[in-house]
């Protein structure tokens, strides 16, 4: 599920220390989360509404300078079954594109379940419904990217040094 390359196909090392963020891919809005530089613990940030290709490529850049990431996780939407359909291709573009305006390499998880347990997680906290959208993405992408972390780095036991 996860894999990296540039625009031209290469792959691009991807850092095991530093910060990483992630991007909750969506048409209308992207959620947004960062790591820790020890990669162990994913944040929310924000929550940000898509307005263009160029208005876009400033924002990310602005995430860059604040928060110096080393690479970048996009969430990648799969069936059920794990099969890629048409939104996970267009993740995939997202991605592809986050490249060349960044310049960072990219990796991509697999993001089922994200937006369900972030939702479960916010009714819990009794949110009305205009606070839950406000905060649902970014979640997701600490979701994401909580998921990653876990998955790939520290699998030494609690307490090992």
Known sequence: ??????????????????????????TKR????????????????????????????????RLLEEYRPRGIIVGLPVHMSGDEGGKAREARDFGTWIIGVTGLPVR???????????EQHLLAAELTKKQRKARLDMLAA????????DKTHKTEPPGAM
């Open 142 to 149: 600490q979701g994401i990217l909580q998921g990653y972390l």
């Open 30 to 61: 992207l959620g947004i989360a960062v790591s820790n530089a020890e990669q162990t613990i994913a944040s929310p940030v924000e929550n940000y509404t898509r307005r263009g290709l160029q208005e876009d490529a400033r924002f990310l850049r």
């Open 1 to 26: 599920m996860e894999s990296t390359s540039d625009a031209s196909g290469t792959d691009l090392p991807f850092p095991e220390t530093g910060r990483l963020l992630a991007v909750d891919y969506g």
């Open 108 to 118: 991509y998880a697999d993001e089922r379940f994200t937006s369900f347990v972030a």
